[in-house]
């Protein structure tokens, strides 16, 4: 609002924008809601009296003038509702409280407290469950009685029908795709700073949470103390509990070896009870680093994406603060800031070393991949390559580094270019996309369009992106005939809807054929490999005793496979007086 005699210092700014210093033109429009929007549309041209009595009618920008300036210059609450501070006043003053969104107030983190009661209810719950079954088997190793026996009967055979199910349908490789791809779409907001309109919040925000790991998914980030110490629970804490499970696999194995030893009993090398307990913790490790990579490296390159505001017009001297908390200055001078690029810079190189790891396993077992010749090795990384062809070993490596390039290194491009990265993240995609048709590393047909599919939605998202950062501007939104932002949102999340549905409605009719058609399975669900003699080229199978029941045929695996055989392979029945 400019009056007569008015200067950069006595500048007085409109309700819902901010600005550092009284010494910079640089004013920023806050985030606002709906309520806010419609509040300033009746207050807009009143006097500025009318406008401070009806300030809690505003977001946490209120606007008016530099009134409150401490001895180093900054705002400190100034155009600031009370409570709030910080640049555009999204950080609160006092302890225990959050920003909420969709309030645009602080509020006490006890209103959010929900989430932390529903997480440990769930953990909680699940470990009783483990531990109730552990305990039973413990208890009851040489239980005979009927009730017994046919509680064994029933979980074995519910075990063996969940099993088959999950193989016929291919479920942990198709949940494995979408994981992947919610993974970066759950970044989209943050990393590729996407504003969606505040209706697309009041309809769909409660999608919010999908590919969302961090710690915001229980509390909200105000409630889980200063950034130091949500990287440190985001990032760290994952790291550390992937490293628990490897001493206690290792740990095992040498307590095994120890215990061989005081009963002086022949035992294996030291170092092969060392390889041998890694080996039993990569089948656990591999999944969970699947799960908890992406957000690692979001947490982490977040600490480099720092947005710049303004400080001094004549001197050009601009302030940078971190992006997802305003409330701390990128500077390395900064006491609180210089621990956290440090810890920063040690989950990158993390998280940046783990498709190297998952090479340097995969090439030693390529040859047991390629020959079907499972070794120790090749069946611990199983979750890196089952689901490609054999002569695509090496696709699961490149498919994490695309992922970490859209979810962490993309936030290294400069601030100057806000289009960048949405730009950059379709140019990725297309190429990757490109790659993969003409590699088809996918066994199956169904999980190769799937992956596709689901691509081209995410070059579809990239273009959402671009396209509503171009709808803020409400004439130019118009020009290239587009509704509105809104719009735009609501149509790519309706049709994320129509993909998650189709999908689900796929495996299920898949569980269904499979749940009645007869297959040969060997005792623990699996399907057995019909393999080629080299000499006669005669299809056999390595069974020892096959065994028919109701809708299925089971067999159990020999020590040693058969010799050739005509047919499937099954040996001849010798005659009572021998073969002529």
């Known amino acids: ?70 001895e180093d210059g900054l705002r400190h609450g100034a155009y600031c509702r009370p409570g709030h501070e910080g640049p555009l006043c999204l950080s609160c003053v006092k302890e225990s409280t959050y920003f909420d969104d969709g309030t645009q107030q602080c509020e006490d983190c006890s209103k959010r407290s929900v989430g932390l009661v529903l997480f440990t209810t769930i953990v909680g719950v699940a470990l009783l469950l483990v531990l109730a079954a552990v305990c039973y088997r413990k208890c009851n190793p040489n239980a005979t009685g009927p009730r017994q026996r046919a509680v064994r009967k029933t979980a074995s055979r519910l075990y063996m029908r969940a099993t088959m199910l999950v193989r016929d349908t291919h479920l942990l490789v198709r949940l494995k795709i ?77 307590a095994i070896h120890a215990r061989l030893r005081m009963w002086a009993m022949e035992r294996p090398p030291l170092l092969e009870e060392l390889r041998a307990g890694f080996m039993d913790a990569l089948p656990v490790l591999l999944p969970l680093s699947y799960v908890f990579v992406t957000n690692i490296a979001t947490q982490a390159f977040a600490v480099f994406d720092c947005v710049s505001f303004e400080a001094d017009a004549a001197t050009g001297q601009r302030r940078l603060y971190m992006s997802t908390d305003y409330s701390v200055a990128c500077d390395d001078d900064d006491a609180s800031y210089a621990p956290l690029k440090r810890l920063a810079i040690v989950l990158v190189v993390t998280v940046t070393s783990l498709p190297v790891l998952y090479f340097i396993l995969l090439y030693f077992s390529r040859r047991a991949i390629k020959h079907h010749a499972p070794t120790v090795l090749s069946r611990a990384c199983y979750f890196l390559w089952h689901e490609y062809e054999p002569g695509s070993w090496w696709f699961e490596p490149i498919n994490q580094v695309r992922k970490l390039f859209l979810t962490g290194f993309v936030m290294m491009l400069p601030e100057r270019m806000p289009k960048a990265r949405p730009l950059a993240g379709m140019v990725v995609t297309l190429s990757f996309v490109c790659v993969m048709m003409y590699l088809d590393p996918y066994k199956s047909v169904a999980n190769s369009r799937l992956f596709a599919l689901q691509q081209i939605l995410l070059l579809v998202l990239f273009q959402a992106a671009l396209l509503m950062s171009l709808c803020e501007d409400e004439e130019l939104c118009g020009e290239i005939g587009l509704g509105s932002a809104f719009a735009i949102s609501m149509a790519t999340a309706v049709w994320n809807l129509v993909l998650v549905v189709v999908i689900l409605a796929l495996i299920a009719h898949r569980a269904l054929q499979q749940s009645t058609a007869p297959t040969l399975r060997c005792g623990g669900g699996k399907e057995p490999k019909l393999t080629l003699d080299p000499k006669k080229a005669v299809p056999h199978l390595p069974l020892a005793r096959v065994e028919h029941g109701p809708g299925s045929v089971r067999c159990d695996q020999a020590q040693h496979p058969a010799p050739p055989s005509r047919g499937l392979g099954l040996p001849r029945r010798r005659r009572p007086g021998g073969d002529r």
């Open 1 to 70: 609002m400019c009056r007569a005699y008015t200067t950069i210092a006595t500048l007085v700014l409109r309700p819902g924008y901010w600005r550092l210093t009284n010494r910079t033109l640089d004013a920023r429009e806050c985030a606002e809601s709906v309520a806010e929007a419609t509040a300033k549309a009746k207050l807009a041209g009143e006097d500025q009296e009318l406008l401070e009595h009806n300030v809690d009618q505003f977001g946490p920008c209120v606007g008016g003038n530099f009134s409150h300036v401490g």
């Open 178 to 254: 979408m994981v992947g791809f919610y993974q970066v779409v759950g970044v989209l907001r943050t990393t590729y700073r996407v504003k969606l309109p505040a209706e697309y919040d009041d309809y769909l925000g409660w999608l919010a949470w999908m590919g969302d790991l961090s710690t915001g998914l229980i509390l909200p980030n105000g409630c889980v103390g200063d950034a130091q110490q949500r990287l440190v629970l985001a990032g760290l804490v994952p790291v550390l509990l992937l490293g628990l499970i490897a001493l206690l696999a290792v740990g095992r194995r040498l």
